[in-house]
């Protein structure tokens, strides 16, 4: 079975502090992507990458980066995290378009 | 720009009713790929069925099936025989199988089960 593992269930961090969300999955899949959720919006979509060392931007990429040194793993960087980044935060990973995506168990972020 | 409509915010069925979930999307593209995800209380979300626009017949998964209309732009969820494990969230989603590889999802309809 595919596994998509996310570093943390539940992240505290403080309004300015640098962030990592970290997502490994173990399948050898190109695509991987990082995803916010909120109530009443959805998914939305903030990173994705289609190849190591490649990043696309999202839908609503301001105030996050990424990171994909290695095929299998993609990091989520908020630089100065704010309130308004409290989500939950999901990543998944596809082998290509026209297959499903598998997502992690999700990231619950509360900034303060 | 392609959009993913769900309508229903919140539905609820009886258990071992049947029940279809709505969802409507717009493209210009006539090949690309439909999706119904599912995402239960505190689980992760995982894919349910989906659909090639190029098939006319319509994807079945056990309990679950689609009416894909494609010339209307529609693509339901039935669920039949509901049972309280469908008690979810549930994202319908599109992808064209001519660009980029990402995926665009509604905003979900959350599902309820009464026992």
């Known amino acids: 079975d595919v596994k998509v593992t996310q570093s943390s269930r539940y992240l505290v961090k403080r309004t300015g502090e640098k962030v990592f969300l970290e997502c490994v999955q173990d399948m050898d899949h190109e695509n991987m992507f990082w995803y916010r959720q909120d109530p009443g919006l959805g998914l939305r979509l903030i990173y994705f990458s289609y190849d190591v060392k490649m990043k696309e931007k999202g839908d609503i990429p301001e105030g996050y980066s990424v990171s994909r040194e290695k095929k299998e793993r993609f990091s989520l960087i908020l630089e100065s995290a704010s309130t308004n980044q409290t989500s939950m935060y999901l990543c998944?990973?596809?082998?290509?378009?026209?297959?499903?995506?598998?997502f992690g168990p999700g990231t619950r972020l509360t900034v303060t | 720009a392609q959009t993913v409509t769900q309508s229903q915010p919140e539905m609820s069925v009886q258990e071992a009713e049947t029940v279809t979930l709505s969802c409507t999307y717009d493209?210009?593209?006539?090949?690309?790929?439909l999706f119904w995800y599912k995402q239960p209380p505190s689980r992760q979300m995982i894919l349910v069925i989906r659909q090639e626009a190029y098939k006319q017949q319509n994807a079945t998964e056990n309990r679950f099936s689609v009416n894909f209309q494609k010339a209307a732009k529609s693509f339901s969820l039935k669920i039949s025989d509901s049972q309280l494990g469908d008690a979810a969230m549930y994202f319908c989603a599109y992808t064209s199988m001519n660009r980029d590889d990402k995926i665009i999802f509604g905003k979900g309809t959350r599902l309820h089960i009464l026992p």
């Open positions: 493209t210009s593209e006539s090949d690309y790929y």
């Open positions: 998944a990973s596809s082998l290509n378009s026209h297959y499903e995506q598998y």
